[in-house]
Structure formats: structure tokens, C-alpha cells
T-cell receptor
């Protein structure tokens, strides 16, 4: 069974600092990995999707890397802003197209 | 594009009643839809996988007689929580996937907050 772990569980940084969020998974036989953002009481917003054959994806201030062999992904958010405050979830897609989610990292960016 | 809607966005009901939640893909046809539940401060847990025209596949520990799933068309799946009890109070989120390739993302609905009194 795929186990997904996210560290740290919570993170508080001053505005402008770069954010580094970590995700690890136990089974490297994945199809892809997605990073999502979830605001309190809301659904999920997809941020980045990395295919198993890729090593990274970038979108604006966001960059996600994937090291499938070691079961790790990292989400970098450059020059954080208060609007980046949210919970960030990573999810891995396995061979039955199901997503296994981590518990998330709750980020607070202080103005 | 790739918008998924859920209705209702929140519902409060009495214990023992049944509640139906709809999940619709608005601008694409979804061959597969997934239902998740999320307890406060916890992550999403997959409940079941729903394929159009066939029976849903439930994850271990999920009661199929309690959580009835119907995927009647390529744009609509419904989750009915039967004889709801307070422990069923949760945030229910659906997602929809296009095609069968791993290159297709899952697109998530905004969620439905269920409170059972």
C-alpha cells in the first residue's frame, strides 16, 4: 500500500522567504505526482503535475521536483506572499489511477 | 476548461435521513469519477471509484450499502449517504478523470460539507 508523508506538518515564514515543502512516498512505481493547494473549507486547486518520466515542473513562482527512485518530491515556492498561506497536499497516482494523498503542510506567510 | 461542480456545497440533516451529493463534470466527459472524504485537519481518503455504466469499486473499510454511488452518465456521479449518523459528518470531495492514460489529471470539485445532527 502506498504511504505518502509530508514534512513539515506546518510552516510559518515571513513574507519574501522561499518555501520548501517535502513529500515522500514508499512505492516508486507511480504514474505521476500532483501538488495541490487547499484553502480552509474549500476544495483542491491543482498546482503542478509531474509525470513519472519527468524530473521537474515549473509554473510561475512554483517549482516541483521528482526523484522517483528515492521516493521524494519537493515543492519550492519562491518569494512567498501572504496569499500563499494555505495547506499544500501532494498526491501520487499509482497503476490503478488512484491518488494517495499526504496529510499536507499548512503554510502561514506572515506579512 | 476541466471544471467539476458539486451540489450541494453544504448540507445539514437529521440523524437517520439520507443525503444525496451530485458531482458533475461541466465541460468534459469523465470516464472515471472518484469520491473522497476528509475529516478536519486530515488528508483526503479515497472512498470509491466510479465508472460510467458499471458498479462502483469501494475501498477497504467503506460500507457500500451506506455510501451508494451511481455513475449514470459521463458527466454525473452521485453519492448517497444512507441513514446518516453524526459520525458521517465530513467534507466529501469528488474528482473526475478524462480517458484512461496516466497523463490525464484528476480534476476536483469544490467539496460538500455534510453535518449530521
Amino acid at each position: 500500500k502506498q504511504e505518502v508523508t509530508q514534512i513539515p506538518a506546518a510552516l510559518s515564514v515571513p513574507e519574501g522567504e522561499n518555501l520548501v515543502l517535502n513529500c515522500s512516498f514508499t512505492d516508486s512505481a507511480i504514474y505521476n505526482l500532483q501538488w495541490f493547494r487547499q484553502d480552509p473549507g474549500k476544495g483542491l486547486t491543482s498546482l503542478l503535475l509531474i509525470q513519472s518520466s519527468q524530473r521537474e515542473q515549473t509554473s510561475g513562482r512554483l517549482n516541483a521536483s521528482l526523484d522517483k527512485s528515492s521516493g521524494r518530491s519537493t515543492l519550492y515556492i519562491a518569494a512567498s506572499q501572504p496569499g500563499d498561506s494555505a495547506t499544500y497536499l501532494c498526491a501520487v497516482c499509482t497503476n490503478d489511477y488512484k491518488l494517495s494523498f499526504g496529510a499536507g503542510t499548512t503554510v502561514t506567510v506572515r506579512a | 476548461g476541466a471544471v467539476v461542480s458539486q451540489h450541494p456545497s453544504w448540507v445539514i440533516c437529521k440523524s437517520g435521513t439520507s443525503v444525496k451529493i451530485e458531482c458533475r463534470s461541466l465541460d468534459f466527459q469523465a470516464t472515471t469519477m472518484f469520491w473522497y472524504r476528509q475529516f478536519p485537519k486530515q488528508s483526503l481518503m479515497l472512498m470509491a471509484t466510479s465508472n460510467e455504466g458499471s458498479k462502483a469499486t469501494y475501498e477497504q473499510g467503506v460500507e457500500k450499502d451506506k455510501f451508494l454511488i451511481n455513475h449514470a452518465s459521463l458527466t454525473l456521479s452521485t453519492l448517497t449517504v444512507t441513514s446518516a449518523h453524526p459520525e458521517d459528518s465530513s467534507f466529501y470531495i469528488c474528482s473526475a478523470r478524462v480517458g484512461r492514460s496516466s497523463y490525464n489529471e484528476q480534476f476536483f470539485g469544490p467539496g460538500t460539507r455534510l453535518t449530521v445532527l
